[in-house]
């Protein structure tokens, strides 16, 4: 489909969207405790629907109210008898859910859709095995079926292309009673999602590791097991959406964003950080955020351990005077596109430069043109054509949106 954007202003009162973060990790958390968990705010989103499918699919049973927001959680006993789960788009089900599968001994299939079936997953290739799982896999991508049980050991993994393989490993290390074994880390990037991991493992009642520094994760195998058969969960507001609705805001608002909480241990919280450096027009009130427009400068942001603000900010960026300093390009090459040259492209058609020198991004601010742009069927660049329509001399136009 075809969205066309025109030049508007904005005002009201909008929800940030449940986080699919904070749902998905509490989907997991849910289905590997024992007795009832309810998760409250849920979130509903493809990539949410897709894990609780992948729950039921590995031998749980889900009561979704869409009208309450509530998913209500509870294993069957025994193991499953269904031998595929689907993760949709979702990179983090996927890479989340492929250890958790590989504690069953029954021998399941793992298929996706769209991007996610081509992008790279031979971490599994190479660390599964090791934990005495049989793996097979289309040349490091989707399809692959593993067949456990896994069993925990000493490892070294590197975490440089995603924190997510690591949640995967943490959880299902957990809920295999490990002990006495750790997991070692190189390059871990995206600390903030792992901090994510660990707090709603403890707040499901699941068994911590020690977390020595980000390099090493300990599980001693000590102290009591599960103390609770009910676990209430409320999944945070989004930052990673509400990104957008704050620089949308900052850039033709005004809008307080409810919802998201600013004690969140997520990466995109730092959104924050970059409207205070671009001098953005923030007030904190007692329900939300309030971000209206203001005369902003060119700022200068790291965005290694949270790359999916990488297209808000771009936005933000185009918005100052001057030109803007985003760190981290390297972790944009295996998104759903490869987001540093979409984000290149298409902003380049709205008149927009914007340069990449090794891991650095350059962009300069300007007026926007009115265009025709493409998605490259990656949401967040729909998403950031959309706000940067908003502000444009004319009609932006977003195909495949």
């Given at each position: 489909?075809?969205?066309?954007?025109h030049?508007s202003?904005i005002?009201?009162?909008?929800?940030?969207p449940?986080?699919?973060s904070?749902?998905?990790?509490a989907?997991?958390?849910?289905?590997?405790?024992?007795g009832k968990?309810?998760i409250?705010n849920?979130?509903?989103?493809n990539?949410?629907?897709?894990a609780i499918?992948?729950?039921k699919e590995?031998?749980?049973?889900a009561?979704?109210?869409?009208?309450?927001?509530?998913?209500?959680?509870?294993?069957?006993?025994g193991?499953?008898?269904?031998?595929?789960?689907?993760?949709?788009?979702?990179?983090?089900?996927m890479?989340?859910?492929?250890p958790?599968?590989?504690?069953?001994e029954?021998e399941?299939l793992?298929t996706?859709?769209?991007?996610?079936?081509?992008?790279?997953?031979?971490?599994?290739?190479?660390?599964?095995?090791?934990?005495g799982?049989?793996?097979?896999?289309?040349?490091?991508?989707?399809?692959?079926s593993?067949?456990?049980?896994l069993?925990p050991?000493?490892i070294?993994?590197?975490g440089?292309?995603s924190?997510q393989?690591?949640?995967?490993?943490l959880?299902?290390?957990s809920a295999a009673c490990?002990?006495?074994?750790s997991?070692k880390v190189k390059n871990?990037?995206?600390?903030p999602?792992?901090n994510?991991?660990?707090d709603?493992?403890?707040q499901?009642?699941?068994k911590?590791?020690?977390?020595?520094?980000y390099?090493?994760?300990?599980f001693?195998?000590e102290?009591?097991?599960?103390?609770?058969?009910?676990h209430?969960y409320?999944?945070?507001?989004?930052?990673?959406?509400?990104?957008f609705?704050?620089?949308a805001?900052a850039?033709?608002?005004p809008?307080?964003?409810h919802g998201?909480?600013l004690?969140?241990?997520?990466?995109?919280?730092?959104?924050?950080?970059?409207?205070?450096?671009a001098n953005?027009s923030?007030?904190?009130?007692a329900?939300g955020i309030k971000?209206?427009?203001?005369k902003?400068?060119a700022?200068?942001?790291?965005?290694t351990?949270c790359?999916?603000?990488?297209?808000p900010l771009?936005?933000?960026?185009a918005?100052?005077?001057?030109?803007?300093?985003?760190?981290?390009?390297?972790?944009?090459?295996?998104k759903?596109?490869?987001?540093?040259?979409?984000l290149?492209?298409?902003?380049?058609k709205?008149?927009i430069?914007?340069?990449i020198n090794?891991?650095e991004?350059?962009?300069s601010?300007?007026?926007?043109?009115?265009?025709?742009?493409?998605?490259?069927?990656?949401?967040r660049i729909?998403?950031a054509?959309?706000v940067?329509?908003?502000?444009?001399?004319?009609?932006?136009?977003?195909?495949?949106?």
């Open positions: 489909m075809k969205a066309a954007i030049p202003n005002s009201g009162i909008v929800q940030a449940a986080s699919k904070s749902m998905q990790r989907l997991a958390a849910a289905y590997l405790t024992k968990s309810i409250l849920a979130g509903f989103s990539d949410d629907k897709a499918s992948i729950i590995l031998g749980a049973t009561e979704v109210n869409q009208a309450e927001r509530t998913v209500t959680i509870e294993k069957k006993t193991t499953q008898t269904q031998r595929t789960i689907h993760c949709g788009e979702s990179g983090l089900s890479r989340m859910f492929t958790i599968a590989a504690l069953q029954t399941i793992i996706g859709e769209g991007s996610l079936v081509n992008r790279p997953m031979n971490f599994f290739d190479e660390i599964l095995p090791q934990l799982v049989t793996i097979q896999s289309n040349d490091g991508k989707l399809p692959i593993v067949k456990g049980p069993q050991k000493n070294e993994i590197d440089s292309l924190s393989f690591l949640t995967g490993l959880m299902a290390y490990a002990k006495n074994v997991i871990l990037k995206s600390k999602y792992i994510l991991t660990l709603v493992m403890k499901f009642g699941m911590l590791p020690v977390n020595k520094n390099s090493e994760f300990y001693s195998g102290g009591p097991g599960q103390t609770s058969n009910h209430e409320t999944a945070e507001g989004d930052w990673s959406g509400g990104a609705l704050l620089v805001a850039v033709a608002g809008v307080t964003v998201l909480d004690n969140s241990s997520q990466a995109d919280k730092k959104i924050m950080d970059a409207l205070y450096n953005a923030v007030a904190i009130e329900k971000v209206r427009p203001a902003m400068t700022f200068k942001f790291d965005a351990d790359p999916d603000l990488f297209p771009v936005v933000l960026a918005s100052c005077m001057g030109s803007s300093r985003i760190t981290g390009v390297k972790r944009l090459f295996h759903e596109s490869n987001r540093a040259k979409s290149q492209t298409e902003f380049g709205m008149g430069d914007v340069s090794d891991d991004m350059i962009v601010g300007g007026k926007l043109k009115a265009a025709v742009v493409s998605s490259h069927h990656d949401h729909a998403m054509c959309t940067a329509g908003l502000i444009a001399e004319g009609e932006v136009v977003i195909e495949n949106a």
